[in-house]
């Protein structure tokens, strides 16, 4: 059976077929994609699903000055105070030519060749594709089976800022038809700089963020340019990041919200994933137990300063079962606290899965993905105590880094005090030495969050 | 790292990535961020910084960007380096001989070049292919990195326009060979041979900086 690709509801159940692109368009060799996408265990299709329209997402709606007024004035009229911030990200420059995401997103578009050099033998391609991403400077590179569910409705998403300006405008096929027309989406990651992202809610964190957003953008079209050099289109601002990396392998998606990835946990950077009609072979889902470690965890839901993460379990949205977290609550907040930072991390930061590329973090890992799904509770309660010991329940380091400083006095622990009881005792805490920037400022940490849930439970209940 | 891999053995298509020129010009990024033109001067000059403080934060930077080697040396007379205001936001203590001496004399003392030199397992001359020319890529990034930088603390920055590869030899970054490429001597192995640094390009800028000690290594 050939796909309709004219099918504007997909039906939840079931399989359908769809042509591969092929050198000549001869031969034809068909496939069968399942209906229901395979995003791991951490995210799982329960029911009926719809492609999200770019214009719902929340950069798309706060242009539309939907989300307020502060926010506006946030995305469009803001210059930071900092001279590297002003360098690091289009929106918070003071002109725009000093950032390099201005300059590659204005890049001419290259041709596709005509010719195929290097053939079409799927696995090699795939095995060449990978190793150029990562020799381009790419953290985490996978390959996913292109499905209709990860594609944006409406079918192109234009954010300023990213590489995307004057590029793919076209384009008015539904998310059926251009799932058929490029069967395979390549999604990278890069890395962000372990100490640096340690100091979350700082312009140090923010420095980590932009700069591997901007090199990030100039992979992504490196490796479009070179797609496009080997014969195939490749195109960008189509799809969804998150299902791509989660379909891909790339990892598994956190109750934070966050892709979470075997070697580096959160601290990852998804971009937008190109799209290509190159023949491919599609990476599998990962099982690294995230979904086992955050039903536990949940020391970004703790630790949250705006309570944008949920301590319950999962919620079905939009027909997937997964860990949702309150995206507006958690946008709101950048408009109030620009001038001190803007990238908050907190909930990078605090994840267990983040930490430096060691062999203690890949023995840890690989122990979690290597017990029996129903014994994986006890590995994990002591992979928590082991974490919360050595790391604290918020790291909270001093980083000093080109000038920077985070200005807090690091924990100090008495001998045979473990981490989380010296920042009980206090040790944790620092006045902030440069007044306005510095450690934390001016949020607390949520430590009422429990209190205030259970007061609501108790407000309510008189209410009855 | 990458060179302990013998990738052209294990993907035969790697000797097309690195050696194949691609058919399309557009392909190539380098020129396009260099087409894009300079960004103004910040109109506010952050707080006069520490010349030696200024400078290892500058190195600092340039080594995160990608830089593998950085050295900064005073601008010499003669180099015929023009650095245009870029726009209309001027410092508001701009000197009024903004723009360096170009004539014989002394060195302009106030006005510097930061050297940057990236090493490559690819020679750029040999290997035209768009790893092979990778490195200019990632050279012409952290100039437009620390360029822009500079002029966001309210200083000029521009690109410099000369062959940088004496300057970086005079901070001390290595020996200039018989074949005018800069090498680091004794220190870069790659599948067996002697790697060498591929200088990239330079920043000339006003920002007071230290300079390095040609006879000491650079940074």
């Not at chain 1, 001419?108 to 190793?131: E, F, M, Q, T, W």
């Not at chain 1, 950048?334 to 062999?359: G, N, Q, S």
């Not at chain 1, 006095?409 to 007044?435: Q, R, T």
Request: hydrophobic letters at 35%; proline letters at 7%.
């Amino acid at each position: 059976m050939a796909v309709n690709v004219e099918e504007k509801s997909p039906a939840p159940q079931g399989d359908h077929e769809r042509p591969l692109d092929s050198d000549n368009g001869t031969s034809r060799p068909v496939t069968v994609i399942p209906l229901t996408p395979d995003f791991g265990r951490s995210a799982r299709v329960v029911g009926q699903w719809d492609s999200v329209p770019a214009s719902e997402s929340p950069h798309e709606k706060n242009k539309r000055g939907e989300l307020g007024k502060p926010l506006f004035n946030w995305y469009f009229n803001r210059t930071s105070v900092d001279a590297l911030s002003r360098i690091a990200f289009p929106q918070s420059s003071a002109d725009q030519r000093n950032t390099l995401q201005h300059h590659v997103a204005r890049a001419p578009r290259s041709k596709v060749n005509p010719l195929k050099p290097l053939g079409s033998d799927p696995a090699a391609l795939s095995r060449h594709i990978k190793r150029v991403a990562e020799f381009l400077g790419a953290g985490v590179v996978g390959i996913a089976e292109v499905h209709p569910s990860m594609l944006y409705a409406g079918n192109q998403f234009f954010d300023d800022g990213s590489a995307s300006i004057g590029r793919d405008k076209g384009g008015k096929d539904s998310p059926a038809v251009t799932a058929a027309k490029y069967p395979y989406a390549i999604c990278i990651s890069t890395v962000w700089d372990y100490e640096m992202a340690q100091a979350h809610r700082h312009h140090l964190g923010d420095h980590a963020y932009h700069f591997s957003q901007a090199q990030m953008s100039l992979i992504y079209a490196n490796l479009v340019s070179y797609i496009r050099e080997l014969g195939y289109e490749a195109v960008q601002n189509k799809a969804q990041p998150m299902p791509v990396a989660l379909a891909a392998g790339m990892g598994e998606l956190g109750r934070n919200g966050m892709v979470i990835t075997e070697k580096y946990g959160a601290r990852v950077h998804l971009g937008d994933p190109i799209l290509t009609n190159m023949p491919l072979v599609a990476d599998k889902p990962i099982d690294i137990g995230v979904s086992d470690f955050c039903k536990v965890c949940k020391k970004c839901a703790n630790t949250c300063p705006t309570n944008s993460i949920s301590v319950e379990d999962k919620v079905v949205h939009n027909g997937v079962e997964k860990y949702k977290i309150n995206w507006e609550q958690c946008y709101r907040l950048r408009a109030h606290v620009m001038e001190f930072w803007e990238i908050c991390l907190t909930c990078v930061t605090v994840c267990p899965y983040t930490k430096p590329r060691a062999w203690w973090h890949t023995l840890a890992v690989q122990t979690l993905k290597r017990t029996p799904k129903n014994l994986r509770i006890l590995t994990v309660l002591g992979l928590k105590w082991l974490d919360d010991t050595f790391w604290g329940t918020v790291p909270r380091k001093r980083i000093k880094w080109a000038g920077y400083d985070t200005g807090i006095v690091p924990v100090k622990k008495k001998k045979g005090e473990s981490a989380a009881a010296a920042e009980a005792n206090g040790h944790g805490e620092a006045a902030d030495p440069n007044g306005k920037i510095g450690y934390y400022y001016p949020l607390k940490e949520n430590t009422r969050r429990f209190e205030i849930l259970k007061e609501r439970q108790e407000r309510a209940a008189r209410s009855k | 790292m990458a060179g302990l891999f013998n990738r052209k053995k294990s993907d035969p298509m790697w000797d097309h990535f690195i050696n194949r020129p691609p058919a399309d010009p557009d392909s190539d990024l380098v020129a396009a961020l260099g087409r894009g033109g300079e960004g103004r001067v910040f109109p506010v000059k952050s707080n006069e910084p520490d010349p030696v403080v200024m400078s290892q934060n500058l190195k600092h930077l340039a080594r995160w960007w990608g830089a593998d080697l950085v050295g900064i040396v005073p601008l010499p007379p003669g180099h015929d380096q023009v650095v245009t205001p870029s726009g209309d936001a001027e410092p508001e203590d701009a000197p009024s001989d903004a723009q360096p001496d170009s004539g014989a004399g002394a060195p302009t003392s106030n006005w510097f070049v930061v050297v940057c030199a990236l090493f490559s397992e690819y020679d750029p001359e040999v290997a035209k292919g768009t790893g092979g020319q990778f490195v200019r890529q990632r050279g012409a990034v952290v100039v437009q990195h620390l360029g822009a930088f500079i002029r966001e603390t309210g200083f000029r920055a521009a690109k410099a326009t000369f062959d940088p590869i004496p300057l970086a030899e005079s901070a001390g970054l290595g020996k200039v060979d018989r074949q005018g490429k800069l090498k680091e001597e004794g220190k870069l192995k790659v599948d067996g041979k002697r790697g060498y640094v591929h200088v990239t390009q330079a920043v000339v800028t006003n920002l007071p900086l230290a300079v390095d000690n040609p006879a000491g290594p650079g940074q």
